[in-house]
Nanobody, 126 residues
Framework: EVQPVESGGGLVQAGGSLSHSCAVSGFTFDDSAIGWFRQAPGKGREGVSCIRITDGTTYYADSVKGRFTISSDNAKNTVYLQMNSLKPEDTAAYYC???????????????????WGQGTQVTVSA
């Protein structure tokens, strides 16, 4: 069974930092792409960032570029999302997802990942 397990998130003031991790099991990690998505109340899902494990290609949405960093520890089958300079508009439930490597490219990420984590809440106060 493919199971992305997230941890992290929390409550922080604007300008602060938080991090997430996503540990993946049941999927060939080296051939995968890991995506991070978020959804705020009343809004649609937004693809925030992704990493292609095969070659380290990354993608960031314009809304987070320069503030968020995605990385992987292949020995631990884990991907991290470091979020700095957080803004109130970053408040959302954050989800990681895993699928085949082509679900992430330098130009974007496919939205329809098959395997999703349980989600963690990020709340940024003004």
């Amino acid at each position: 069974e493919v199971q992305p397990v997230e941890s992290g998130g929390g409550l922080v003031q604007a300008g602060g930092s938080l991090s997430h991790s996503c540990a993946v099991s049941g999927f060939t990690f080296d051939d995968s792409a890991i995506g991070w998505f978020r959804q705020a109340p009343g809004k649609g899902r937004e693809g925030v960032s992704c990493i292609r494990i095969t070659d380290g290609t990354t993608y960031y949405a314009d809304s987070v570029k320069g503030r968020f960093t995605i990385s992987s520890d292949n020995a631990k089958n884990t991907v991290y999302l470091q979020m700095n300079s957080l803004k109130p508009e970053d408040t959302a439930a954050y989800y990681c997802a895993v699928d085949a490597f082509y679900y992430c490219s330098g130009d974007g990420l496919i939205d329809e990942y098959d395997y999703w984590g349980q989600g963690t809440q990020v709340t940024v106060s003004a």
